[in-house]
């Protein structure tokens, strides 16, 4: 029996649109690498006016604009990064900022807001006077939206303090901004000011942008120069690469405008959940496209059981823990999709209190 | 004047055809990291099959397939790695294995024909008694064809003699294949014989083949689960990656057939070429011409392919008296013919200039 699929596991699963395709057929190429491919050309300098930076490199994920960033700020031996300790560099990312890179991490916590306190940021800094056996930082990193913490929004306030701090003490600044336009919908700030205090920002066109593949990272001509440079060493230098970018230029034309019905649905779902016996979710805390669902003792489910029963329904999520669940809403899935998943979800709660003779 | 362009630069310029962009935009497509990407998947297994190994990784560049290949035989800090000090891994990819991959490299010098003599490579590699104060050699690598010697191909006997060398200490042995398929036309030996010493292979499907963008690592199953975790640190992990695969699948059904013709033509060029007082051509074997201008011509190589590209052709200037060009499936015969006769007017001047 073909089975209706609502997946929710995240905004990377979004498929090219006809437009894309269309565009990824007809696109204007050229060697990147030889030279400069017109149409990842256009992408990055496009890119770059949105940012409200002096340039941008396209590259092929969100992990490599991070990696990537992270290396180029840090590009002296024995350097030290800020970030957070629930951030997605820290936890997502192989470590490759260390093992790939040899830059050494220090992370400050994570609130549940996505911030981190400024007084600890600060307080993380390595005083330059014990050199002799410290690391140097040189390097801050924000996540704007937050994924771990629910795709929560950091302020451009803020982002603007931590700027500061970093000035102080001769830091740089990269946002890892792969759901920035998330936040810039979510906050109603234009997504160059959110980004205004940041040296460098790493986006994401694959995820609630709906691009088939890719990343840009926007910055300073000489950073991005270096990063262009890095970006071959690791083996990011594509060829005809304008294919993918001419799918990315659709994405921002079409999708960026549905980012706020994706919070909408969000929070449409979130407060279905909420109602359902249970589960519990924090709905003030969804602010995007992200939501977190613990799973209450009582309800006498797990989460790995929770999903494998919603997957009989062709609901796909993602279990973050052996009571949390995550779902990500993005433009492919439609309001009936999510009352689909409403319901299915009362159904599976239901059926398993039925299962313990609630 | 509008002139014809004709680009010799590399074969990495090749643009997506007409059916590769229709494949493209038709791909079946799914998140390459979340699960697997069926077009992706597909690709993969086709050049497992086609190199007689038992999986496949696509990935950006044939730098990152290198890069992720060398850095997976060595993954123990302290490794090792004997390379041509002629090869693409060695010269132009930015000394990654060691800034990136913290490996050693400890190079063999590269013969005319690209290989490495056997004893050379034999006495490069680290005596572990020494371990105090030797690094520890893991892996060999080959690269065929060789791209800085000319487009030289390697024979499946060669390559045969370094894999039992491997072997016998311990050794694993990694085939920069980037152009092997030019190898095995131009040998007349199937690819996976060629490789057949192999334990992994780095094949580019962005060269003559004229896909858009790519490489495939091809190993065994466990080598491959390893790169792939490696690919994704890296930042090669793509996600609905087969909008690109479904290209490189075309190339590999349309263009593997018409590599011999780019031989030929390479072969016509060439002759062509050393026929010109002045110009003196290396022996051609697939698709890369060297050019040595002679002295006694008075002319900089800057000149001569400033020269050429206004009228359109475009060649590489190696050093101050070498070119090179290499063909290409969108290169026809014509296009050869033109670009001889730009050649000829080229170095007519210099010819004159010197009362030749």
Same mark, same amino acid.
């Given at each position: 029996?073909?089975?209706?699929?609502?997946?929710?596991? &995240?905004?990377?699963?979004? $498929?090219?649109?006809?437009?894309?395709?269309?565009?990824?057929?007809?696109?204007?190429?050229?060697?990147?690498?030889?030279?400069?491919?017109?149409?990842?050309?256009?992408?990055e300098?496009?890119?770059?006016?949105?940012?409200?930076?002096e340039a941008?490199?396209?590259? !092929?994920?969100?992990?490599?604009?991070?990696?990537?960033?992270?290396?180029v700020?840090?590009?002296?031996?024995?350097?030290?990064?800020?970030?957070?300790?629930?951030?997605?560099?820290?936890?997502?990312?192989?470590?490759?900022?260390?093992?790939?890179?040899?830059?050494?991490?220090?992370?400050?916590?994570? *609130?549940?807001?996505?911030?981190?306190?400024?007084?600890?940021?600060?307080?993380?800094?390595?005083?330059?006077?014990?050199?002799?056996?410290?690391?140097?930082?040189?390097l801050?990193?924000?996540e704007?939206?937050?994924?771990?913490?629910?795709?929560?929004?950091?302020?451009?306030?803020?982002?603007?303090?931590? +700027?500061e701090?970093?000035?102080?003490?001769?830091?740089?600044?990269?946002?890892? +901004?792969?759901?920035?336009?998330?936040?810039?919908?979510?906050?109603?700030? !234009?997504?160059?000011?959110?980004?205004?205090?940041? *040296?460098?920002? &790493?986006?994401?066109?694959?995820?609630?942008?709906?691009?088939?593949?890719?990343?840009?990272?926007?910055?300073?001509? &000489?950073?991005?120069?270096?990063?262009?440079?890095?970006?071959?060493?690791?083996?990011? +230098?594509?060829?005809?690469?304008?294919?993918?970018?001419?799918?990315?230029?659709?994405?921002?034309?079409?999708?960026?405008? $549905?980012?706020?019905?994706?919070?909408?649905?969000?929070?449409l779902?979130?407060?279905?959940?909420?109602?359902?016996? +249970?589960?519990?979710?924090?709905? &003030?805390?969804?602010?995007?496209?992200?939501?977190?669902?613990?799973?209450?003792?009582?309800?006498?489910?797990?989460?790995?059981?929770?999903?494998? *029963?919603?997957?009989?329904?062709?609901?796909?999520?993602?279990?973050?823990?052996?009571s949390?669940?995550?779902?990500?809403?993005?433009?492919?899935?439609?309001?009936?999709?999510?009352?689909?998943?409403?319901?299915?979800?009362?159904k599976?709660?239901?059926?398993?209190?039925?299962?313990?003779?609630? | 004047?509008?002139?014809?362009?004709?680009?010799?630069? #590399?074969?990495?310029?090749?643009?997506?055809?007409?059916?590769?962009?229709?494949?493209?935009?038709?791909?079946?497509?799914?998140?390459?990291?979340?699960?697997?990407?069926?077009?992706?998947?597909?690709?993969?297994?086709?050049?497992?099959?086609?190199?007689?190994?038992?999986?496949?990784?696509?990935?950006?560049?044939?730098?990152?397939?290198?890069?992720?290949?060398v850095?997976?035989?060595c993954?123990?800090?302290?490794?090792?790695?004997i390379?041509?000090?002629?090869?693409?891994?060695f010269?132009?990819?930015?000394?990654?294995? #060691?800034?990136?991959?913290?490996?050693?490299?400890r190079?063999?010098?590269?013969?005319s024909?690209?290989?490495?003599?056997?004893?050379?490579?034999?006495?490069?590699?680290?005596?572990?008694?020494?371990?105090?104060?030797?690094?520890?050699t893991?892996?060999?690598?080959?690269?065929?064809?060789?791209?800085? #010697?000319?487009?030289?191909?390697?024979?499946?006997?060669?390559?045969?003699?370094?894999?039992?060398?491997?072997?016998?200490?311990?050794?694993?042995?990694?085939?920069?294949?980037?152009?092997?398929?030019?190898?095995?036309?131009?040998?007349?030996?199937?690819?996976?014989?060629?490789?057949?010493?192999?334990?992994?292979?780095?094949?580019?499907?962005s060269?003559?083949?004229?896909?858009?963008?790519?490489?495939?690592?091809?190993?065994s199953?466990?080598?491959?689960?390893?790169?792939?975790?490696?690919?994704?640190?890296?930042?090669?992990?793509?996600?609905?990656?087969?909008?690109?695969?479904?290209?490189?699948?075309?190339?590999?059904?349309?263009?593997?057939?018409?590599?011999?013709?780019?031989?030929?033509?390479?072969?016509?060029?060439?002759?062509?070429?050393?026929?010109?007082?002045?110009?003196?051509?290396?022996?051609?074997?697939?698709?890369?011409v060297?050019?040595?201008?002679?002295?006694?011509?008075?002319?900089?190589?800057?000149?001569?392919?400033?020269n050429?590209?206004?009228?359109?052709?475009?060649?590489?200037?190696?050093?101050? #008296?070498?070119?090179?060009?290499?063909?290409?499936?969108?290169?026809?015969?014509?296009?050869?013919?033109?670009?001889?006769s730009?050649?000829?007017?080229?170095?007519?001047?210099?010819?004159?200039?010197?009362?030749?």
């Amino acid at each position: 029996m073909v089975k209706r699929i609502v997946d929710l596991r &995240s905004d990377t699963v979004t $498929k090219p649109t006809e437009t894309m395709r269309a565009a990824i057929a007809d696109a204007e190429v050229g060697d990147d690498v030889l030279e400069h491919d017109p149409t990842a050309f256009h992408l990055e300098s496009e890119m770059a006016k949105i940012m409200g930076k002096e340039a941008g490199l396209f590259v !092929p994920s969100g992990t490599m604009a991070n990696l990537i960033s992270v290396l180029v700020h840090c590009e002296s031996r024995g350097s030290e990064v800020i970030l957070g300790h629930n951030s997605h560099i820290h936890i997502y990312e192989n470590g490759g900022i260390s093992t790939i890179g040899g830059v050494h991490p220090r992370t400050v916590k994570n *609130d549940d807001d996505g911030t981190m306190d400024i007084d600890l940021i600060e307080a993380a800094i390595r005083d330059s006077k014990e050199e002799i056996t410290f690391p140097t930082t040189r390097l801050i990193c924000l996540e704007n939206t937050h994924c771990n913490h629910g795709g929560r929004c950091l302020s451009v306030e803020y982002t603007d303090r931590v +700027g500061e701090v970093a000035k102080k003490h001769g830091l740089k600044l990269h946002i890892d +901004g792969a759901r920035i336009f998330n936040a810039s919908v979510a906050l109603g700030v !234009p997504v160059d000011r959110l980004v205004q205090a940041a *040296d460098s920002v &790493s986006v994401c066109l694959s995820k609630g942008l709906g691009a088939p593949v890719g990343s840009v990272i926007v910055g300073s001509d &000489s950073f991005i120069t270096k990063a262009r440079r890095l970006r071959k060493t690791l083996g990011g +230098g594509m060829r005809q690469v304008g294919i993918l970018c001419a799918a990315a230029l659709v994405a921002l034309q079409e999708n960026l405008p $549905k980012l706020e019905s994706d919070h909408k649905k969000a929070r449409l779902l979130a407060d279905g959940l909420n109602k359902i016996q +249970g589960l519990r979710v924090n709905t &003030s805390s969804v602010e995007t496209n992200i939501i977190y669902i613990e799973i209450e003792e009582f309800s006498g489910t797990k989460a790995e059981k929770l999903c494998n *029963d919603l997957e009989e329904y062709g609901i796909l999520l993602m279990q973050t823990g052996l009571s949390r669940l995550r779902v990500v809403l993005h433009h492919q899935i439609s309001e009936s999709d999510v009352q689909y998943a409403l319901s299915c979800f009362q159904k599976a709660v239901n059926g398993v209190n039925h299962e313990n003779g609630n | 004047m509008v002139t014809k362009t004709v680009d010799l630069r #590399s074969d990495t310029v090749t643009k997506p055809t007409e059916a590769m962009r229709t494949a493209m935009a038709t791909a079946e497509v799914d998140d390459d990291v979340l699960d697997f990407d069926p077009t992706a998947v597909r690709l993969e297994a086709e050049m497992a099959k086609i190199t007689g190994k038992e999986a496949g990784l696509f990935v950006p560049s044939g730098t990152m397939g290198n890069l992720i290949s060398v850095l997976t035989h060595c993954d123990v800090r302290g490794s090792e790695v004997i390379l041509g000090d002629n090869c693409h891994i060695f010269i132009y990819e930015n000394g990654g294995i #060691s800034t990136i991959g913290g490996v050693h490299p400890r190079t063999v010098k590269n013969n005319s024909d690209g290989t490495m003599d056997l004893d050379l490579i034999e006495a490069a590699i680290r005596d572990p008694r020494g371990e105090i104060v030797y690094p520890t050699t893991r892996l060999i690598c080959l690269e065929n064809t060789h791209a800085n #010697s000319g487009g030289k191909c390697l024979s499946a006997e060669y390559t045969d003699q370094v894999g039992e060398l491997a072997k016998k200490h311990g050794l694993q042995l990694h085939i920069d294949g980037a152009r092997i398929f030019n190898a095995s036309v131009a040998l007349g030996v199937p690819v996976d014989r060629l490789v057949q010493a192999a334990d992994s292979v780095s094949v580019c499907l962005s060269k003559g083949i004229g896909a858009p963008i790519g490489s495939v690592i091809v190993g065994s199953k466990s080598f491959i689960a390893k790169a792939r975790r490696l690919r994704k640190t890296l930042g090669g992990g793509m996600r609905q990656v087969g909008v690109i695969t479904a290209a490189a699948l075309v190339a590999l059904q349309e263009n593997v057939g018409k590599l011999e013709s780019d031989h030929k033509k390479a072969r016509l060029l060439a002759d062509g070429l050393n026929q010109m007082k002045g110009l003196r051509v290396d022996p051609v074997e697939t698709n890369i011409v060297y050019i040595e201008i002679e002295e006694g011509l008075h002319m900089s190589a800057a000149k001569i392919v400033k020269n050429l590209e206004e009228r359109g052709i475009l060649v590489m200037e190696i050093s101050s #008296s070498r070119i090179r060009v290499v063909l290409h499936h969108q290169i026809s015969a014509s296009d050869v013919q033109y670009a001889l006769s730009c050649f000829q007017h080229a170095v007519k001047g210099g010819q004159i200039e010197n009362g030749n």
